[in-house]
Structures are given as structure tokens and as C-alpha cells.
């Protein structure tokens, strides 16, 4: 038998423990839901057997492998042994050792880390090819390391073939090529933050799912009870990666944005100007909030008198006093501070009462409790975060004691709203004031927080956004990804340090990521000369991909050269997206000219999964977002449209994974201009 053969052989050998394994989690199911000790266990086990027998069943023909890793005989407790590596563990016979490895576990580490210099007992390392359809394996290349032989990824078939597949559908793993720098930052330990600044395509948002599914397995235990969000820009974006996890065999994390994150803080009725808000996504705004919430704590006067049957106990101004002053130093949250005063002044009455020979019972302290609640009502007393932030934005006295100093009446003057609602339960929310009445309940009451948080496209977030996040990351770790040139928000982070400190995670150590996978060379080196324009201090991005095809072209009228450029890119395999800052009128004359368009807008949470070959998307909503052919309309309009114009073009410029055709009626932006000369 030839070697493709026998590893063919294997192949089904794979399928037979697929099979196995799917049998034996059946059976399972059935046992136990029937014989489990008590409903509760047999419930949690049922549904695990029940989520296992889905996840082998629905992919039962997917390359079991991708790898394999032979070590050589004086490789320690690996010597001599044959280790095949996939997407997750496949049990070998009773007693026998797996046939698959899954890549997370420590072994198959060393099929990204291992190099020639550095081989780690390695003999050979093996890559797989397979069909399109994943069905058949096609054949496999080898890299002899114990004879110094290495491929990087522009020299291996097998990568380069994955790196240029054209894209359709959903976003998939990348499993099989995690590149050594991408892997450092997968498997980094968990105790640590890290902060990755990469360039368009290099493969960010990747590497932060896989370190999701990465750290479920390493540390399952550990994060168990928090778990692990993955906060990403917008519901296109999600669409997009929503596949990727559930691939690698994880369905519990949470994948969401921002704003639905704090949504239940109350409902988005109202827009901001960018005056506005620019000042309320300012973390001085947290220092105004302070104040103005701890502005309701008062000095207590004079003596309080309890009613207790006939008699009456006293606490004098100097005890009351320092029951406040204590409870205020100590820093707990608002609402915790409330309850120390009651309980520290049921305490004083109950040592009062005992002092006296009384024996307190638990009634009696309830009785208390409530004779002193008018007293505690007006020094400390419950607030909702509604009142707080509707009374910095309604009245201006108010304000201006909370915010001197801090704000200027300028910036005072901006945030204010300019037709006050009647009361709190009225107010219509902007996304800014969601995000300030987060921050106040986080001052009332302190958040539940998570293991481990990711967060996608961190650039574009406000300082006050960061601090919503390091409320729910507090006693876990942060992987930060993001570009500062891609900062397209008016109060998006310049620096990264910057970020990180309202992050929670200042000593957070900033790594970049360079080497581009998806923008070929020509497209990169396009939107490399819009770069040195940005004001973003960020390197260049090296594509690894030779291959791809720009063309910029002046036309005549734009909707007719869209609709031919998309004509012509339906000949290729793969997904087009059309892209302008206002999209809706190309997308009709396409759809006018029989093109079936799927549209993407805020709204559809479906994107890149609806099976059109086309789709038609605004500049705003296309971060994140790759295309494999991009037709790219008037470039002036999207610089025009915001005031990081110039940043959302260079996110336009950088989705496509092939070919991008830039069509233009009116003058180029200057730094694109080569003097009309096609490129
Ligand atoms: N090691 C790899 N092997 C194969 N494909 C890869 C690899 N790394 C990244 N890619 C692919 O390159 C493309 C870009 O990756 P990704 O979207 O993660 O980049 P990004 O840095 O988040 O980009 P952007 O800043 O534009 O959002 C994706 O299609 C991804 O699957």
C-alpha cells in the first residue's frame, strides 16, 4: 500500500470511531435519561450526551485531520510515536490511545511551534489536503525538520490553497493553519491580558476566536461559572463569525456587541449629535457620575430618636455622623453602603437595648430596621441609576456641582438635553446614555463578571464603553484586538495604552500582527499609501498573498460600471460585495437588472450566511466584514461622509480577499490619486 493510501486507510479508520463514539453517546442518551441517580444529573448528562451525539453527527464526514506529527526515537515519552491532529479528540478501541488528537491539547501544540531550529523532538511534520467538500483526502506534504527542512506558510501548498480559497458563506476555522505567531497568541496563559494591534487581515478576529475555544478547554474548571464573552462591532460582524466557534465544538459563548451587552439598562429611543456625544463617552463623565450620585449622602444633624414600645433609644449626632463617614470611606458599592448604615445603626440600638438587660430577637431588629428607614431615606438614600443620569441631563445646577472642574460649561452645555422629559421613566436613552447608566449601576451595585473576555474592533470603543467592560472583567483576563488605523468613531482610542488603563488591564503588553491574510499584495500596497495619511502610528501590513487583482477605474456613470463590474465578478466563484456610502440605490438597479442583492443593514443579523453571491453594504457596516471580489463605489463619498472618513475608506479598501475594482466618477482622495493613470 502507497502512503496516501494508508493514510486513506486511516481515514476510515477515523470514521469507524466517529461512528463509535456517536453509537456509544446514543446509548448513552437513553441510560442516562432513565438510570441517573436523580433528575438534576440526569438532566445535565442527558444534555451533554445529547450535544455530543449532535456535534459528531452533524459532521461526521469532515476531515477527521489535518495533521500528524511523527517524533524520532529520542524524543522522551513522545519517541517514535505518531501523533494525527484535528479538530477534536477521537477515542481509539477500549484501551487503545486516541486516533485524533484534539489541537488544543498540549501534544499538538508543537504542529504550529515546531521549526527546524527548534524541533522539540519532532521528526516530521505532516499536512493534509482534502477536497472542497472535505469527503476525500487528496494528498499531504511533509516537512523533514530532523533534516533541517521547513516550509513557512508562503511556501506550502496546502496553506497557500486555504489562504486563497475563494470565501463564501459564513466565516470559517483556520484550525489547520494557525500560523506560530497566531499561536502564541491562542494558547497564551490565561492568568495574562494581551492586546493585539493588527493590520486589515492578519488575521485578528481569528486568533481571537480560536483563543476562545482554546481557553474553554485548558482551563473548562476554571471558567465554568464566569465563561467567555466575545464582544465584536455589530450584528453584521456576528453573523459573519457565528459559525467559527460552534465549529470548534463550542456553544456556550456569549457573542454579542456593546450595546446589546447593556441593552436591559434601558431602551435606545434617541440619537446624539457627536457634540454630545463625544462628552458623554468621555471617562470624566465617571467622575460626574460619582459626584453626583454620592452627592445624595448627607451629613447627618442632630440626634435621632428610635420609638420602641414607650421608650425611646437616641443616637447622637457625633455616632451618626461617624457611621456615615466610615461607611463613605470604605468604598463599597452605593447600595452595599446603604445596608452597612442600617445594620451598623441597628447595631448601636441593639447594644443600647442589651446594655439595658433587653434580649434583641430577630423581630425586634426587624422592627428597628424599619423605624430608622425614614432616617436612612434622607441620608443615604436608594437611588436609581435613571435618576442619577436623567438629573446630570435635565438640570443644569445639578450638574454644574457634579461636573465643575471636570467639565466645562461648554461640555456641560453640549450634554444637557435640550427638551427635558418630565421625569426619569420618561427619557428617551441614547446609546451614550446607556453606557452612563451602566457605569451608575455599576456604582450601586457591583457586576457579575466573566473568566475571560475578548473584544473585537477595541479601537473604535469610547472610554466609557472600556469601563463598562473592565466592570465585567474585573477578576478575569482581556484579549484586545484591534487597529488603530480602522478607528473610525469620534472618540476612538489613538494610543493603546490609553485604551487598556479604562480597560482595567494598564500593564497589558501590546503585540503586532503584520503579516496580512486576506488583502492580496497589490490591494495592500493601495491601501498602505491611504495609511500614511491616518495619523495612526501603526505598522505597514506585509500580505503574504501575490496572487489578487485591482483595478481603479474613472467612469462615466457609476451605477451602469457596478452593475458590469458585478456581471463580471458572478463568472468567479466566491462572495462580492458592494460597497458605498450609500449603498441603496446600487443595490436597487442591480436588483433592476435581475442581479439577486442581499442587503446588509443593521437589522440583519443573517450577514454573509444568506446564501446570495452578492450583497450590498454600506461603508459603515462592512468592518470586520470580507468579501472575495469587493466592488468599491466612489471613494470620495465615504472620505466625505464622517469626520474618520479617510479611516472607513481605508476599512473599504481592505475587505477583499481576491479582486477589488474601485469605481470612481469624481476625483480620487489625494492619497489615492496617481494622477488618474490606471493601477
Ligand atoms: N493562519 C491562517 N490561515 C488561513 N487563513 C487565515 C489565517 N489567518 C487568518 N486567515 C484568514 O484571513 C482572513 C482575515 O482574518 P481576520 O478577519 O481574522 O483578520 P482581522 O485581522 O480581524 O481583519 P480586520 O482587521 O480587517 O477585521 C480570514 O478569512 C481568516 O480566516
Not at 462591532?233 to 447593556?262: C, H, K, M, W
Not at 427619557?427 to 475571560?452: F, K, M, N, P, T
Not at 493603546?496 to 488583502?519: E, M, Q, S, Y
Not at 466584514?625 to 469587493?630: A, M, Q
Amino acid at each position: 500500500m502507497n502512503e496516501l493510501d494508508a493514510e486513506r486507510a486511516y481515514v476510515e479508520r477515523c470514521r469507524e470511531a466517529v461512528r463509535r463514539m456517536l453509537d456509544g453517546a446514543r446509548h448513552n442518551v437513553i441510560v442516562g435519561e432513565t438510570v441517573a441517580g436523580d433528575r438534576y444529573s440526569a438532566e445535565r448528562l442527558g444534555r451533554h450526551l445529547k450535544s455530543l451525539a449532535k456535534e459528531l453527527s452533524e459532521e461526521p464526514d469532515g476531515p477527521p485531520f489535518f495533521g500528524r506529527l511523527d517524533y524520532g526515537p529520542d524524543a522522551g515519552d513522545h519517541a517514535a510515536r505518531k501523533y494525527y491532529i484535528g479538530r477534536r479528540h477521537l477515542s481509539g478501541d477500549t484501551g487503545e490511545p486516541p486516533v485524533v488528537i484534539d489541537w488544543r491539547a498540549p501534544v499538538a501544540r508543537a504542529f504550529y511551534r515546531a521549526s527546524a531550529r527548534e524541533p522539540g523532538g519532532v521528526a516530521v511534520r505532516r499536512r493534509f489536503g482534502w477536497s472542497n467538500d472535505s469527503a476525500e483526502l487528496t494528498g499531504y506534504e511533509d516537512e523533514r525538520l530532523d533534516l533541517g527542512e521547513e516550509r513557512d506558510a508562503a511556501a506550502s501548498r496546502i496553506v497557500t490553497a486555504e489562504i486563497e480559497r475563494p470565501r463564501v458563506g459564513p466565516m470559517r476555522d483556520i484550525v489547520a493553519t494557525i500560523q506560530p505567531e497566531q499561536d502564541e497568541l491562542v494558547r497564551a496563559p490565561i492568568s495574562g491580558s494581551i492586546c493585539v494591534q493588527g493590520a486589515p487581515g492578519t488575521g485578528k478576529t481569528a486568533v481571537g476566536l480560536h483563543r476562545a475555544a482554546y481557553l474553554l478547554y485548558a482551563h473548562r474548571q476554571r471558567l465554568r461559572n464566569g465563561g467567555v464573552l466575545v464582544l465584536g462591532p455589530n450584528q453584521a460582524f456576528l453573523g459573519y463569525i457565528s459559525q467559527v466557534l460552534p465549529a470548534l465544538g463550542e456553544v456556550d459563548v456569549e457573542q454579542t456587541t456593546v450595546g446589546r451587552l447593556l441593552r436591559h439598562r434601558g431602551e435606545m429611543r434617541a440619537h446624539d449629535g457627536e457634540d454630545a456625544a463625544v462628552v458623554k463617552h468621555d471617562a470624566r463623565m465617571a467622575k460626574v457620575l460619582r459626584r453626583a450620585l454620592y452627592a445624595r449622602v448627607r451629613k447627618p444633624s442632630g440626634t435621632l430618636a428610635v420609638p420602641d414600645g414607650s421608650y425611646r433609644w437616641r443616637i447622637d449626632e457625633y455616632d451618626l455622623r461617624r457611621v456615615v463617614d466610615d461607611t463613605r470611606r470604605e468604598a463599597v458599592p452605593y447600595l452595599v453602603g446603604r445596608e452597612r448604615v442600617i445594620s451598623r445603626l441597628v447595631s448601636l440600638l441593639q447594644q443600647r437595648a442589651e446594655s439595658r438587660g433587653q434580649t434583641p430577637n430577630a423581630a425586634w431588629v426587624k422592627r428597628m430596621r424599619r423605624s430608622i428607614t425614614g432616617f436612612t431615606d434622607e441620608v443615604w438614600p436608594t437611588v436609581r441609576a435613571e435618576e442619577v443620569v436623567a438629573e446630570v441631563l435635565t438640570d443644569a445646577d445639578a450638574l454644574a456641582r457634579a461636573a465643575g472642574g471636570t467639565l466645562t460649561p461648554a461640555e456641560q452645555k453640549a450634554i444637557l438635553w435640550t427638551r427635558p422629559p418630565r421625569s426619569h421613566r420618561s427619557a428617551r436613552w441614547s446609546e451614550a446614555d446607556i453606557v452612563l447608566l451602566d457605569e451608575v449601576a455599576g456604582l450601586l451595585e457591583r457586576e457579575q463578571g466573566y473568566g475571560h473576555v475578548i473584544v473585537d474592533e477595541a479601537q473604535d470603543l469610547s472610554q466609557m464603553q472600556c469601563r463598562a467592560i473592565a466592570r465585567r472583567s474585573e477578576h478575569g483576563s482581556i484579549t484586545v484586538l484591534g487597529d488603530l488605523a480602522q478607528a473610525t468613531t469620534p472618540w476612538a482610542a489613538v494610543r493603546w495604552p490609553d485604551a487598556l488603563t479604562h480597560l482595567g488591564k494598564p500593564d497589558t503588553a501590546v503585540i503586532a500582527l503584520t503579516t496580512g491574510f486576506r488583502v492580496p499584495a497589490a490591494v495592500v500596497a493601495l491601501a498602505n499609501r491611504l495609511l500614511s495619511t491616518l495619523d495612526a502610528d501603526v505598522p505597514q501590513t506585509r500580505s503574504l498573498r501575490s496572487d489578487g487583482m485591482l483595478r481603479v477605474r474613472r467612469v462615466p456613470d457609476l451605477a451602469t460600471a457596478v452593475v458590469a463590474a458585478v456581471r463580471d465578478a458572478l463568472r468567479h466563484e466566491g462572495s462580492i460585495g458592494v460597497i458605498a456610502a450609500d449603498v441603496g440605490p446600487l443595490a436597487e438597479r442591480l436588483r433592476a437588472e435581475g442581479i439577486v442583492v442581499a442587503g446588509l443593514d443593521g437589522a440583519d443579523a443573517t450577514a454573509g450566511t444568506t446564501g446570495a453571491q452578492v450583497t450590498a453594504v454600506p461603508a459603515t457596516l462592512v468592518k470586520g466584514l470580507e468579501y472575495d471580489h469587493v466592488i468599491l463605489a466612489e471613494p470620495a463619498a465615504i472620505t466625505e461622509a464622517e469626520t474618520r472618513g479617510a479611516n472607513r475608506l481605508y476599512v473599504a479598501l481592505t475587505r477583499a480577499v481576491s479582486r477589488l475594482d474601485v469605481l470612481h466618477t469624481r476625483s480620487l482622495p489625494a492619497a489615492l490619486d496617481d494622477h488618474g493613470s490606471p493601477m
